[in-house]
């Protein structure tokens, strides 16, 4: 496709049940970026991978939250044992290794909500 | 800690006026400094960014004033349309953050017809 592509869309689930958020970045761009923003904030970075270097994971905000990518393309989000506060919308984002830092593709999120 | 502080929350502007956001940062950045728009439903688009080592850019009706020295950037949105209505995050590249850009909490501006 033409651009950053999530799924699914929107996600509710039951406090305590484990998710998975995928996302498929732009083909060729080299660098892909999960951020996460919840009601009224800004958006919060979770983690970055670029090409086969090690992941960035400093943006995690628990050992229950995880995520791979394989192939160096499609990536999964995955949140275990969910809790009420895990409610956001969970964007991804792409880049070309070629581009600034400021050029970001996102996609359209995955709003996920904790019941 | 990176700190990004973005202001207003929420601004309301007349079709036709100027719509200011403003947006500052603490300790070093480097690189292009964004604004990235986003309507409902869908994710941030980035919507024009300016280099540090100049201090206006503009595309159209929206400008970008950097004030390097103070470590502050505002958006300026001549002739504000309705459909400039959507929620606009500025964006700071700290040093050493490994290609990861901090959004400020964004701003939710309408533009009434």
């Known amino acids: 496709g033409a651009g950053v592509s999530q799924s699914p869309s929107n996600k509710v689930t039951e406090k305590g049940k484990d998710v998975e958020l995928r996302c498929d970045p732009i083909?060729?761009?080299?660098?892909l970026y999960w951020y996460r923003q919840s009601l009224g904030q800004g958006l919060e970075f979770l983690i970055y991978?670029?090409?086969?270097?090690?992941?960035?994971k400093s943006g995690l905000p628990s050992d229950r939250f995880s995520a791979e990518r394989t192939g160096g393309s499609v990536s999964t989000l995955t949140i275990q044992r969910t809790q009420q506060e895990d409610s956001a919308v969970y964007l991804c984002?792409?880049?070309?290794?070629?581009?600034?830092?400021?050029?970001?593709?996102f996609g359209s999120g995955t709003q996920l909500s904790v019941l | 800690q990176q700190q990004v502080k973005q202001s207003p929350q929420s601004l309301i502007v007349q079709k036709g006026g100027i719509s200011i956001i403003n947006c500052a940062y603490e300790?070093?950045?480097?690189?292009?400094f964004p604004w990235y728009q986003q309507f409902p439903g869908k994710g941030p688009a980035l919507l024009i960014a300016?280099?540090?080592?100049?201090s206006e850019k503009k595309e159209g009706r929206f400008t970008i004033s950097f004030n390097k020295s103070a470590k502050q950037f505002s958006l300026h949105i001549m002739d504000s349309q309705p459909g400039d209505s959507a929620t606009y995050f500025c964006?700071?590249?700290?040093?050493?953050?490994?290609?990861?850009?901090?959004f400020g909490s964004g701003t939710q501006l309408t533009v009434l017809p």
């Open positions: 991978f670029q090409g086969n270097s090690a992941p960035d």
């Open positions: 083909s060729g761009h080299t660098a």
């Open positions: 984002a792409s880049s070309s290794a070629g581009t600034g830092i400021e050029k970001l593709f």
């Open positions: 300790n070093t950045a480097f690189d292009y």
């Open positions: 300016i280099r540090p080592d100049v």
């Open positions: 964006a700071v590249p700290f040093t050493g953050s490994a290609r990861q850009l901090t």
